[in-house]
């Protein structure tokens, strides 16, 4: 019994350097995979911009249509007065 006594500091002192070692290694994938999304997320990000601003302009041109046949209508129906 004095013998295992003797052995549970060492056995202590190598089961935390084995959580330590997996938790260090834990940290650092989860850094890892944490920068690359960020990364990732700026590009879909300007992606989404991009997409936004071209279905904008696609609207602003059917709405620029759209007036202008309102006022053609209303143009002819002064005429028509």
């Known amino acids: 019994?004095?013998?295992f006594f003797e052995l549970v500091p060492a056995l202590l002192k190598s089961d935390i350097g084995l959580v330590?070692?997996?938790?260090?290694?834990?940290?650092?994938g989860y850094s890892s995979i944490n920068?690359?999304?960020k990364a990732e997320?700026?590009?879909?990000r300007r992606e989404v911009k991009?997409?936004?601003?071209?279905?904008?302009?696609?609207?602003?041109?059917?709405?620029?249509r759209i007036e202008k046949r309102f006022d053609q209508?209303?143009?002819?129906?002064?005429?028509?007065?």
């Open 35 to 37: 920068l690359i999304v």
């Open 50 to 64: 991009e997409i936004r601003n071209v279905d904008n302009r696609h609207f602003d041109k059917r709405f620029d």
């Open 20 to 28: 330590v070692f997996w938790v260090g290694i834990g940290w650092t």
């Open 73 to 81: 209508l209303e143009q002819l129906i002064k005429e028509e007065k």
């Open 41 to 44: 997320s700026k590009e879909i």
């Open 1 to 3: 019994m004095k013998k």
